[in-house]
């Protein structure tokens, strides 16, 4: 005769297979969904894009700056040279103060520029550095999740094992009867019952008829309520 308790062992093993095969879908989804990259591309080519911009900028100030040093250069050999007449000093004068003002804002905007360069070339890197750490996480997260599959797998195909093993010892009656109460009672069809005389699936208070009756550990007494099949420990 097939005892609650040898239903409630069967139980055990399905509850076991339910909660991989909930599990492994969990892990499957997660592989189906892929990384969850965020796409800074465009933000990486508009930040490279116009860090070449500015430095194209950059070389042409700096030529034009090299050409007004030695422009400077050739205006303050005339300004100190003996032979410069005194009537020409005052316009020469003019001239080297015009020509190191224009070196000297012209060196300012290079150097605005340059710090103006460095923070696209830093954001450009930055947005990759992003893509490819999470390119770099998620390898590493699939690779886990496809070792999980794989142990939950192995778990499973032990757990049919001790299942078909355990079933085997059944009654082909008793067994069709349990696993039809598992379709239709949520995957439990065997109640535990608590020192309280509580049925634990539907929380209802069994009757002193029913705990009279779950005295006898071989009998299958049924939750009047839930209509599952009550063990006690």
Do not use: F
Request: proline share 2%; hydrophobic share 30%.
């Amino acid at each position: 005769m097939t005892t609650p308790r040898d239903l409630y062992d069967l139980q055990v093993i399905d509850h076991r297979i339910d909660g991989i095969d909930t599990e492994r879908q969990r892990v499957e989804h997660r592989l189906a969904a892929g990384v969850n990259r965020p796409d800074l591309t465009d933000d990486a080519d508009r930040h490279s894009s116009r860090a070449l911009a500015i430095a194209d900028n950059v070389r042409g100030r700096r030529d034009e700056a090299e050409r007004l040093r030695e422009r400077l250069t050739g205006l303050e050999s005339r300004l100190y040279n003996s032979n410069t007449s005194r009537r020409d000093l005052s316009a020469i004068q003019r001239e080297v103060d015009s020509t190191r003002y224009q070196i000297d804002q012209l060196d300012e905007m290079i150097l605005e520029q340059e710090e103006e360069k460095r923070t696209h070339e830093e954001a450009a890197e930055s947005a990759l550095t992003e893509m490819q750490d999470a390119a770099t996480q998620w390898e590493d997260a699939a690779s886990k999740l496809n070792t999980r599959l794989s142990e939950l797998a192995t778990e499973r195909e032990a757990a049919e094992v001790d299942r078909k093993s355990m079933a085997a010892g059944l009654p082909q009656e008793d067994l069709q009867r349990y696993e039809r109460l598992r379709r239709n009672k949520a995957g439990t069809a065997i109640a535990l019952v608590d020192n309280g005389r509580v049925c634990m699936s539907c929380r209802m208070t069994l009757t002193t008829n029913v705990m009279r009756q779950l005295r006898d550990k071989s009998r299958q007494v049924p939750c009047s309520a839930c209509g599952r099949i009550l063990y006690q420990p």
